[in-house]
């Protein structure tokens, strides 16, 4: 355990990196000013100086997809309703909602709080915009983000959990959202829910082209219905010119489709620079090594932790990690690697963070972890030893 640390470090001394050299990083103005050979003399001296002592430095873990106005977290237990379809668990979860008595930004805190402690510096959460809750769960998560600017960066989808076309004004909803401060317009199954998938992708896309806005659509509708809507998704990415600013999340068609049906949405949401998120689920995920073949982006996201959805969750994007390497058969050390990347770099890149790594230069956004390599790290839960954000020490173990 560490004991105590200084709250904005100059050096990092016999750090790890990911390739396995250890060196001595030189943190300035919350950036990374150089990264140096190790010196054994280096740590003798200083008391702005976090020792390393070989642990493994990552940049900040990436919660690509996650819903902070939904936990439970920081609420007493609730205990889990079950529900027989999408529309009858989201009608449970206004019900709990309701009862739940406690604010949405003491609950959002608790969380963002926590996925702190693990290392996770960058979030994307999804917002509810409904008829019942309008806009104020989004102004809550913008309250939460404001006071949490220091420790980590929180993107917001504004998320129309009830459908568009089926749940009347969501649509003027969704546009207000943006101009209130929402980064990106979401939507849900086009088919499945809504029942007209040109209808609402007009009123996603429209919006997004109207505000320069990104997109992050759920879709859950499986088979063939799922892979046609991902190559029309593709389609209007293409023509819009919005290839790295859509990502679809869970896309569970992609792991029940044969390999011909496969490789064509593949094909084309890799010609339109569209990414695909997981949380990892068994059996229905998307295959994630043939999906890296065709130069589509795959990263990771937690989505529920602890609410109405399920009782599960911690917020760790390491063990997320791990949940998609086991789910997904990722064996191998560079199958590993892999994982790591889909809470890092390939996660990085789909939120559009700029200045992310480990490169001269880049945000000094670092998690120190008790491991000797990146495989170990995702196979292992390593404890969190430092987290830095901007620089300055967020947490330690």
Not at 13 to 33: E, W
Not at 85 to 107: D, M
Not at 348 to 375: F, I, K, Q
Request: aromatic letters at 4%; one cysteine or more.
């Amino acid at each position: 355990m560490v004991s105590a640390h200084p709250t904005t470090p100059d050096r990092l001394v016999d750090a790890r990196l990911p390739d396995g050299r250890r060196v001595d990083m030189v943190l300035r103005d919350g950036r990374i000013a150089a990264v140096e050979p190790h010196r054994s003399d280096a740590d003798a001296h200083g008391d702005t100086v976090i020792r390393c002592g070989g642990a493994l430095v990552l940049p900040a873990l990436v919660e690509g997809h996650c819903h902070l106005d939904k936990t439970f977290l920081g609420a007493p237990w609730q205990p889990h309703l079950s529900a027989g379809s999408l529309r009858e668990r989201i009608a449970h979860e206004k019900v709990l909602r309701e009862q739940i008595g406690v604010p949405v930004a003491e609950r959002a805190t608790a969380l963002a709080e926590r996925m702190v402690s693990l290392g996770t510096g960058y979030a994307r959460s999804h917002v509810d915009i409904d008829p019942e809750t309008k806009l104020s769960g989004l102004h809550a998560l913008l309250e939460v983000r404001a006071a949490l600017r220091d420790r980590i960066g929180i993107q917001l989808v504004a998320f129309p959990q009830s459908g568009i076309l089926t749940a009347p004004g969501v649509a003027d909803l969704l546009d207000a959202a943006l101009a209130d401060g929402a980064d990106l317009i979401g939507g849900l199954d086009p088919a499945g829910f809504d029942a007209d998938v040109d209808g609402h992708l007009d009123v996603v896309f429209g919006l997004a082209d109207r505000h320069g806005a990104g997109i992050d659509i759920h879709l859950h509708d499986g088979g063939t219905l799922g892979t046609s809507q991902l190559r029309a998704i593709a389609d209007r990415t293409r023509a819009l010119g919005l290839g790295g600013k859509v990502t679809v999340s869970h896309a569970y068609a992609l792991g029940q489709v044969d390999g011909g049906e496969l490789d064509r949405t593949a094909a084309a949401l890799a010609t339109a620079g569209v990414a695909i998120m997981t949380n990892g689920p068994a059996g229905t995920m998307p295959p994630v090594l043939p999906l890296r073949d065709h130069g589509v982006s795959v990263f990771a996201g937690s989505d529920n932790i602890r609410d109405a959805w399920w009782p599960y969750g911690t917020g760790d994007m390491l063990e997320r990690a791990t949940i998609i390497g086991l789910n997904g058969g990722l064996m191998s050390d560079d199958d590993l690697t892999l994982a790591a990347a889909m809470i890092t770099d390939s996660a990085a890149t789909a939120l559009g963070l700029t200045d992310y790594g480990l490169h001269l230069g880049s945000r000094a956004d670092l998690v120190v972890v008790a491991a000797t390599g990146v495989p170990e790290a995702v196979a292992s839960h390593p404890e969190r030893l430092w987290v830095l954000h901007g620089g300055r020490v967020v947490a330690a173990a």
